[in-house]
């Protein structure tokens, strides 16, 4: 019997006797079936009828009506009695579908914070599911009903990524995800291109914490609420010593969540290392295990002194102060570089005696600031850059006869903060006149070229820079003014002209992305290279914002961050290169551009430490995401077995990093410690109204005008 429905609306079958004609269209579309089927591959039909079988099953339990009408047939087997009876809360299909779809919704119209940029990688699935299940509140809920929303939000997922759905950042512009993982093409100039419109997405090895799943305490809670450590006992050497009378470390310092204490872990595991193959000396050589030495002065430990305090880590504070006490000689026939000295040991010790009042590195800090002081004895009274800690011979680097701008301008906050703790003026007085002669000095838009002679005090060259050999000059300026509590007007004054003359001359975004970046103006001429030291730049501005400075240098704070954030992100092994330079031109694909010469990373601090600036100025929490890549990338790639991390020669590669056997200093100095301070929600620690932070990221405190400690 025929229908009175449409067509389509039923099957019509045809059944032949033998040798019988039948050509009707149902026989066609099983012949044609037949022939699909059979023209599939044995593999392609076995996943053929996974998929079936998967969807039935995903039916029949997708349903809890169906399932119980045929576990009522006996067709789902009985439920032992011995099992436990789960509560299933019977939910209203219609009123479900409304709450989930308003909740998907939200997903699908969320917009970044007001400030800054958003997030560069997106919210995981797995936040997104438990968000849903907090908004519906299925307490103890059918597990189906859940996995139906589970379904509902990939497919928003799914959804957004085909669409390629855009989130807005900073001034309308689109924020670009990351470059997938895979290595760009070879230019025939050797360079590498990146694309910034893709996201490298980091092997999971690396991301294993990202969906929720942040570590295990190890142990659980340690001593005083703290999270224990893995501190080793290490060997015998001559550190090995018994603890003495250390005060407790204050109760504020220490981890206080798993992220901190991932942080914490990294550096014992460096520690441990240094502990064991450069006790006392300078660098280690942690593939080798041996020591390198540079300027004979337990570098390494002495920058690493206020990070084990914040940490709080006593027994290697302990052990520190110890060997500095006993065995750290200043007074050594050897040259030095008056600056990386400067902000190394001696802002180191003078932010562990601000730390801890312990003597003994106030001692020390005296010592070494009359051994550096020869420095100053030039014609000009701007310093040379080298001299001797025994003879006071000063002389200009064996390479030229200029100092470069940043050796001389970037040691003032260390040597006036040492008159302040001790009341002796001269180490101020030598400083602030090198100074008050970059005052009255001709500045090209509030811009001071690369080199100076200590001789004539002239400033040499046309490079005009944020990068290496100028970079902090500009950051002191403002660190100074507020040191002083504000009060001396000269530093200000010089740093607004400088900021205005960087947006004028510096500033440039790049195509196709507009990621906006500081370049360098050489000769006249505009060239879109940019160094990874460059981004301390935006955390300078934020902290200028912070003290009054216009909301515009926020603003261009963060997109600096950001553009950084995305020097990590792009890269197949998400660490940034030591140089990246900009695309420029219109209608082409990619933004940055990395060299091969350029492919090197040496665990450089400078973006984390705008990214903590940034954090402790806006609360926006990506800065925090953004910081845990990177930390977990440092892990994946420069992580050394036995102790200990390494620079590396590529980060283009994933296969053949190019191990340099050299951790430098300032990784526990300064990239840790960003790191440490970026994760801790308490703004007491460090607070950025009591502390300035020099250039090695050593705290020391701010004065008033007449240099006494602030109250209160």
């Known amino acids: 019997m025929k229908s009175s429905s449409s067509k389509s609306d039923f099957i019509s079958f045809t059944i032949a006797g033998d040798n019988k004609y039948n050509n009707s269209k149902d026989r066609r ?30 039916f029949i339990y997708v349903s809890p009506h169906m399932k119980g009408s045929l576990a009522d047939l006996g067709l789902l087997g009985k439920q032992h009695d011995d099992q436990p009876h789960r509560n299933i809360i019977e939910i209203d299909p219609d009123d479900f579908k409304r709450r989930a779809k308003q909740e998907i919704d939200k997903i699908k119209h969320q917009r ?78 050797g360079a590498i291109q990146v694309d910034s419109d893709q996201q490298v997405q980091v092997p999971k090895a690396v991301l294993d914490i990202e969906d929720g799943e942040e570590g295990k305490m190890k142990g659980g809670e340690g001593h005083q609420g703290h999270f224990e450590s893995e501190n080793e006992n290490s060997p015998e050497d001559p550190a090995e010593q018994e603890d003495n009378d250390l005060p407790e470390i204050d109760g504020m310092y220490g981890p206080k969540n798993e992220r901190q204490q991932a942080v914490v872990d990294a550096f014992l595991h460096a520690w441990k290392a240094y502990k064991k193959h450069a006790w006392g000396k300078d660098e280690l050589r942690p593939i080798s295990k ?18 084990m305090y914040i940490m709080g880590l ?16 200043i007074e050594q026939p050897k040259d030095v570089n008056l600056f990386e000295t400067t902000i190394r040991v001696l802002g180191g010790l003078l932010s562990a005696y601000h730390l ?70 001269k180490y101020k007085d030598a400083v602030d006149t090198v100074m008050q002669h970059f005052h009255s000095l001709p500045k090209e838009d509030g811009l001071v070229p690369t080199y100076i002679n200590a001789n004539t005090g002239n400033l040499k060259g046309g490079y005009y820079t944020l990068g290496a050999r100028a970079d902090s000059y500009y950051e002191y300026l403002l660190k100074q003014w507020l040191q002083t509590d504000k009060s001396e007007d000269a530093l200000k004054e010089d740093y607004v002209e400088a900021v205005e003359g960087i947006r004028k001359k510096l500033i440039r975004q790049s195509e196709p992305n507009k990621l906006t970046f500081v370049g ?43 553009t950084c954030y995305q020097m990590y992100a792009q890269m197949p092994t998400y660490l940034a290169p030591e140089i990246s330079h900009f695309n ?71 296969t053949n990093v190019r191990s340099r056997d050299k951790m430098e200093s300032f990784f526990l100095g300064e990239t840790l410690k960003y790191l440490f301070l970026i994760f801790g929600d308490d703004q007491r620690v460090l607070s950025l109204d009591r502390y300035v932070f020099n250039t090695e990221a050593h705290p020391l405190p701010i004065r008033t005008a007449t240099g006494e400690m602030l109250q209160g």
């Not at 879109?528 to 730049?537: I, N, R, S, V, Y």
């Open 356 to 425: 801890s009042e312990e003597k003994v590195f106030l001692d020390k800090a005296v010592k070494l600031g009359d051994a550096l002081l020869p420095a100053f004895n030039s014609a000009s009274k701007v310093p040379y850059s080298d001299v001797n800690l025994k003879t006071g011979n000063a002389h200009a680097p064996r390479w030229g006869p200029d100092s470069s701008v940043s050796e001389v301008t970037t040691i003032q906050i260390e040597f006036r903060d040492l008159s302040f703790t001790t009341g002796d003026p």
């Open 314 to 329: 006593s027994k290697e504070f302990n052990e520190a102060k110890d060997w500095v006490a006993n065995s750290l000689v």
């Open 112 to 189: 970044p914070p007001k400030k800054g940029p958003p997030i560069g990688l997106r919210q995981s699935q797995g936040d997104i599911v438990k968000d849903i299940k907090d908004g519906l509140e299925v307490a103890g809920g059918d597990d189906n009903a859940i996995e139906g929303m589970q379904q509902q939000v990939e497919q928003v997922i799914n959804q957004r990524q085909e669409e390629d759905i855009q989130l807005l950042g900073l001034a309308g512009k689109v924020e670009q995800p990351a470059a997938q993982l895979e290595l760009p093409d070879e230019k025939d100039d």
């Open 520 to 562: 360098e103006h050489v000769m006249g001429q505009f060239k879109p290279k940019m160094d990874e030291l460059a981004c301390f730049f935006g955390g300078t501005l934020a902290l200028g914002f912070y003290n009054g400075m216009p909301e515009a240098d926020l603003e261009l704070g963060q997109e600096l961050v950001h």
């Open 29 to 58: 579309r099983l012949t044609s079936l037949g022939r699909c089927w059979n023209g599939l591959s044995r593999l392609q039909r076995r996943l053929v009828l996974v998929i079936l079988t998967l969807a039935v099953i995903s």
């Open 290 to 307: 041996k020591s390198n030495e540079w300027f004979n002065l337990g570098l390494t430990m002495i920058d690493a002194l206020d990070t």
């Open 584 to 654: 420029l031109l219109p209608g082409t694909k990619n933004d940055i551009i990395v060299k091969p010469a350029d492919r090197h990373n040496l665990l450089r601090p400078e973006s984390l430490e705008s990214m903590f600036y940034m954090y402790r100025i806006t609360g926006d929490t990506y800065y925090q995401d953004w910081a845990w890549k990177i930390f977990q990338a440092f892990e994946k790639h420069t992580k050394v077995e036995g102790g200990g991390y390494t620079s590396i020669g590529d980060v283009t590669s994933l």
